[in-house]
């Protein structure tokens, strides 16, 4: 494993692929499956020097001291890997998929999406078995509006403190009693072997995930056909088109790391069922939509939703 900034490729080993990562541990344990599913669909992969991880750290991962809706939302996370893309200094760009903004950068698609793990959130608190639970007027630390806004409308007692980092930072501050309780993400729980530290899974009728939480999304230059054949047997249809429905409803709703939304969809045979929300930060206002369509109507149906939590909330709301 090496760092790397966004250069051009300078090895003579054309054959092998670079695979760029964001260097928490999560991230890693990601970029490991991802590396992992490759060898076990082309055996040659496992050569050595065929595939080498390449750690590149984002702005998003430098600035930890401010919400990451003061700094520049989403793309906080994904710039600097993306630019090292297109630069060809890596063929692959690992990515959770709820970090990637709603448009990709010109000449660059994600049409490689791992299974989806778990999306629920999850409780951690040192107080308190459940959000109904929590001691009146407790602390909870959170970064993420989506997850705020919807603690609040539960719980409009409880306060919202900022809190930021990776998984482990973020479970040290709340054992060490910076804040009464958290949410993180049950899939990189899960990915990281630490799923028993959860207070309580949160079931999606409590608090809807984040769009496309749990999702592993293997980004490529467009025209790279050699790059984009090896992915092709690692697509997850499932996961595909669940993520198509929540972030086309994501794109209607121009969503950004400034407004709580969230967006969950379900998959039945070929029946789709998609949940999905807008929010004030606070919690005050929260505009629902709830329908099933197709799986081959997936980013419509996406759409569909996008528009009615549009005219639910009125022309100001999102703004």
Known sequence: MQSLMATSRS????????????????????ADEAHARLIAAHPHLAAPGSIEICVIKTTGDQVQDRPLSEIGGKGLFTKEIEEALVAGAIDIAVHSMKDVPTWLPDGLVIDCLLPREDPRDVLIATAGTSIATLPRGAVVGSASLRRAAQVKALRPDLSIM??????????????????????????????????????AILSVDEVLPAVAQGAIGLETRAGDDRVNALLAPLNDRNTQLRVAAERACLAVLDGSCRTPIAAFAELDGDVMRLRALIALPDGAQVHRQDATG??????????????????????????
């Open 162 to 199: 900022p809190l930021r980092g990776n998984v482990e930072t973020r479970i040290a501050k709340v054992q060490r009693g910076d804040a009464t309780a958290t949410l993180l993400a049950l899939a990189g729980l899960k990915r990281l072997h630490k799923e028993n530290v959860a207070t």
């Open 294 to 319: 197709t799986a081959s109507d997936a980013a419509a149906l996406g759409i569909q939703i996008g528009r009615k939590l549009k005219e639910m909330a009125g022309p100001d709301f999102l703004s």
């Open 11 to 30: 090895d003579g080993n054309q054959a092998g692929l670079r695979i760029g990562t964001r260097g928490s541990p999560l991230a890693l344990a990601q």
